[in-house]
């Protein structure tokens, strides 16, 4: 008995000493560790959560799917995404309210490739717990109509269509830092009317997300991490409309150490999920 208790013992010893390899570490905007429930706890008392991942990134659909059960604890939720556009909002409701199988909302909803493992648990989450979930981007057909001819393009779409984008004109400041940036990012590729695509989906989604906003309810949303880092994209459009509501941002980020923030990773949202540079893709 008492060689059983030391080599258990030792086996303790042993696994404190040497840790375990984590495969993510949070850190705030200056670079400092935080804890999940620190996070949590300051995330209950926002308005609204701009949730930015990696869009084939494990770690982030995991923690997308905790930290919103978390926070369903404490506070009434209202949910939505960029991965579902905004004329399949009532094929959603449909499926939210149990009016539809799966099957149906994957042959009517143009649905992402990696939607069965990476936003379905949050739809259904949404779903099993009564949660409205809001399809939040421009129909992407209508994006590439801006990223081919400007703006311009959507000046003769028909009342309905725009029902499914943020009011036009949309403001746009092409001198943003991320916006620049794109043009840098595609090189030859980079054209103003690209910048323009991204803004109106950018502008689309602060749009749906302030009109299903309810006061007293925690909106959170989930979108790939450049419509919000830097508190620019989704951000810039959302306070523009509602400078009275608290927000707060989340990024992901890779790195091949994480256990320290890089500098170029610091400052670009208020919570950064830093992921091991070895992290497996969900596709």
């Keep these: 008995m008492l060689r059983k208790i030391t080599i258990l013992t030792l086996l303790l010893i042993a696994g404190t000493a040497f840790g375990q390899k984590p495969a993510y570490v949070l850190y705030n905007a200056k670079g400092k560790k935080v804890c999940y429930k620190k996070m ?142 794109i043009l840098v990012m595609m090189g030859d590729h980079g054209t103003p009317s690209l910048v323009k695509a991204q803004a109106i989906k950018d502008a689309t989604m602060a749009h749906f997300i302030l009109t299903n906003y309810i006061e007293n309810k925690l909106f959170i949303h989930y979108n790939g991490a450049y419509h919000s880092d830097h508190y620019e994209g989704i951000l810039w459009y959302l306070k523009r409309e509602r400078t009275d509501l608290n927000y707060a941002t989340i990024t992901t980020v890779s790195q091949n150490d994480v256990n320290k923030l890089l500098d170029e990773n610091k400052n670009v949202a208020d919570f950064i999920i830093c992921v091991d540079g070895n992290m497996t893709n969900t596709y």
Aim: charged share 25%.
């Design 40 to 181: 949590i706890k300051k995330l209950a008392k926002k308005d609204i959560v701009l949730f930015g991942e990696l869009h084939n990134n494990p770690i982030a659909h995991w923690l997308q799917i905790e930290a919103t059960a978390d926070l369903n604890n404490t506070r009434q939720l209202v949910l939505g995404a960029e991965m579902i556009e905004a004329d399949n909002q009532q094929i959603l409701n449909e499926y939210l309210n149990h009016s539809i199988t799966y099957k149906e909302l994957d042959s009517l909803a143009r649905l992402w490739p990696n939607y069965k493992t990476d936003y379905g648990p949050l739809v259904d989450y949404a779903k099993n717990n009564q949660i409205p979930f809001i399809a939040s981007n421009i129909p992407r057909r209508y994006a590439k109509m801006v990223h081919k001819g400007g703006f311009e393009a959507l000046d003769n779409i028909s009342i309905e269509e725009k029902a499914w984008m943020a009011p036009l004109p949309i403001p746009f400041d092409i001198e943003l830092p991320t916006y620049k940036n």
